[in-house]
């Protein structure tokens, strides 16, 4: 089956500019979740989506803001970009608390 | 607040030597535990999931165990392979489907 798949796998944007990313989870999950890996700080937990509804959310500005739709995949933006923004951004799938499955993440890089 | 901390940093080993990995939590209110490997730029691989109520998981020459009750968890690796060299994180996952991580163990294998 296929697994998590999000877009695009690379992403170079400005200071000030605003960024989505994409997230399609594995067929049957309806929890998706939002992660953002950098050297100094290591995976940090965004936010979590169930069934189009935010369930949790991470210590993050407002900035970060994300979406469910009714087909499951998720969607994450930031707004106004900063250069900490640049990241490895890793989605997270699962049926509900069992067994999360991550996809191959989407480097951004802000200059 | 849950911190899960890995001890080593950073390990080195000839291949063919057994190996073990160390992950600890502060709060043992959990709903499960997984091990993941992280290959360099890469996304999450997961290698073993082991519920609250198991004390061990199995896949192959990886070997999970959980001690609840003293918030530590072990990934033991017979017989070590070149290929086995990878970042290896260990996270807990809470109420509210969110993981914490720990900062993973780096290990090469050398031929």
């Known amino acids: 089956k296929a697994g998590v798949t999000q877009t695009p796998r690379y992403l170079i944007k400005t200071r000030g500019q605003q960024v989505t990313l994409s997230c399609s989870p594995i067929?049957?999950?309806?929890?998706v979740s939002w992660y953002q890996q950098t050297p100094g700080q290591g995976l940090q937990f965004l936010f979590e989506y169930f069934s189009e509804t935010q369930r949790n959310k991470g210590n993050f500005p407002g900035r970060f803001s994300g979406r469910q739709f009714s087909n499951s995949r998720s969607e994450m933006n930031v707004s106004t970009l900063e250069l900490g923004d640049s990241a490895l951004y890793l989605c997270?799938?699962?049926?509900?608390?069992?067994?999360?499955?991550f996809g191959s993440g989407t480097r951004l890089t802000v200059v | 607040k849950q911190e899960v901390t890995q001890i080593p940093a950073a390990l080195s080993v000839p291949e063919g030597e057994n190996l073990v990995l160390n992950c600890s939590f502060t709060d043992s209110a959990i709903y499960n535990l997984q091990w993941f490997r992280q290959d360099p730029g890469k996304g999450l691989t997961s290698l073993l999931l082991?519920?609250?109520?198991?004390r061990e998981q199995t896949s192959g020459r990886l070997n999970a165990s959980l001690d609840k009750s003293s918030g530590r968890s072990t990934l033991y690796i017979a017989a070590s392979q070149p290929g086995d060299s990878a970042t290896y994180l260990c996270?807990?996952?809470?109420?509210?489907?969110?993981?914490?991580f720990g900062t993973g163990t780096s290990l090469t294998v050398i031929p």
């Open positions: 997270a799938s699962s049926v509900d608390t069992y067994g999360y499955t």
């Open positions: 067929s049957g999950h309806r929890s």
């Open positions: 082991i519920q609250s109520s198991q």
């Open positions: 996270a807990v996952v809470v109420t509210g489907n969110q993981f914490y």
